[in-house]
């Protein structure tokens, strides 16, 4: 600032206010899942551009948007049964992994390995009190880390580092694992398990900013009441198709329940007294009729446009002002009209 005269000071200022909302070094007391600003954007318009075009419209659209989230949806479900079914792969038979792998999710649990793996290269020295510091050690000349400091409370179990990893992530950083296993602490204090990572994160009622229910899967209650109806003819089927007089018999009754179950719907949809909105034909037009098609003529193409319709106008004009100017050929051609339209007439006569 002092080379540029306090030229800017104002905006440095400014911007040094807001400091905790763009520099790192500021947000270490933030709970962001260690997600950057924009990776969730990027991620779900990697996940969107495989399905999108330009020339798509409105409806078009939403109906690649909801193929979009089915298939998301079937991705979540295939690994929570895998998550709930398949058991996790340990690293090392450590009591404090075997604790946690009953708990965590298969991401998680490798993240919380890898800090594991990390507090077994570290080392340990104790500060005065119950303040640690730890770091990594070196091997083959290599650059030791940043020492970190620990604070451990033995009353309640609370372990609190200075690199804020369980502040910002959500699990215990490799630091505070580290003193966990110096105090000979084998399993991890309940309060450092989030719910948030563990398999029974879904088991719970999810509410919005509102207050409503969040629904998993809307379609998720059809599906089921679909399976619970396949279920039940599925058999009648089966045993039916052995027999021709069966299969005629069971098709004549799914016929006739099919004609009771569209009378069912149609007396059910007269007794509603709000017409029903559920299916749109279409998109309200925009009045004033389609736009146009054809592409818009240039200034040149415009002015030899004006030029030639200037000539033909000059051209009329000439051709009247040219008949007005011999008068006397249009009255001999009146003339000669009239003296055959007489000479026909004397015709006439003659044969009566």
């Known amino acids: 600032m002092g080379k540029v005269d306090g030229k800017g000071k104002d905006w440095l200022d400014f911007i040094y206010k807001k400091k905790e909302k ?9 709970y962001t899942l260690g997600i950057r600003s924009t990776q969730t954007s990027e991620s779900f318009n990697s996940n969107l551009k495989d399905y999108l075009n330009c020339k798509l419209n409105v409806c078009r659209f939403m109906e690649q948007f909801d193929r979009v989230l089915e298939q998301n949806r079937e991705k979540e479900i295939t690994s929570e049964y895998d998550i709930r079914r398949k058991t996790p792969r340990l690293k090392s038979n450590m ?16 993240l919380f390995q890898t800090e594991v793996e990390l507090s077994m290269l570290a080392h340990i020295e104790c500060l005065e009190g119950n303040t640690y510091t730890v770091g990594k050690s070196a091997f083959d000349n290599e650059t030791p880390c940043k020492s970190r400091q620990v604070v451990w409370i033995r009353e309640g179990q609370m372990v609190s580092c200075s ?19 110096r105090e000979d602490i084998k399993v991890i204090p309940p309060r450092y398990i989030l719910n948030r990572w563990t398999k029974a994160a879904k088991d719970d009622t999810v509410l919005d900013v509102a207050g409503r229910r969040v629904v ?55 007794g509603d007294g709000n017409p ?12 004033g009729g389609d736009r146009r098609s054809k592409r818009i003529p240039s200034c040149i193409e415009k002015k030899k446009r004006a030029k030639k319709a200037k000539n033909t106008t000059i051209s009329n004009s000439q051709d009247s002002l040219r008949s007005s100017t011999n008068p006397s050929q249009d009255i001999s051609d009146v003339n000669v009209g009239c003296f055959s339209d007489l000479e026909g007439l004397h015709n006439i006569q003659i044969e009566e």
């Open 22 to 30: 763009w520099a790192y070094c500021f947000m270490k007391d933030a």
């Open 95 to 110: 009591p404090i992994l075997r604790r946690v792998s009953s708990l965590y999710t298969t991401k998680v649990l490798e």
């Open 163 to 181: 690199c804020k990893k369980f502040e910002r992530v959500g699990i215990l950083c490799w630091h505070a694992l580290k003193v966990l296993d």
């Open 216 to 270: 998993e899967d809307p379609m998720l209650d059809v599906r089921n009441r679909k399976a619970d109806m396949v279920r039940m003819v599925t058999p009648i089927c089966d045993e039916a198709a052995n027999n021709e007089e069966d299969t005629h018999f069971v098709r004549n009754e799914f016929l006739e329940f099919q004609r009771k179950y569209k009378e069912y719907k149609e007396k059910k949809k007269g």
């Open 276 to 287: 029903t909105t559920e299916h749109a034909l279409h998109l309200k037009k925009k009045k």
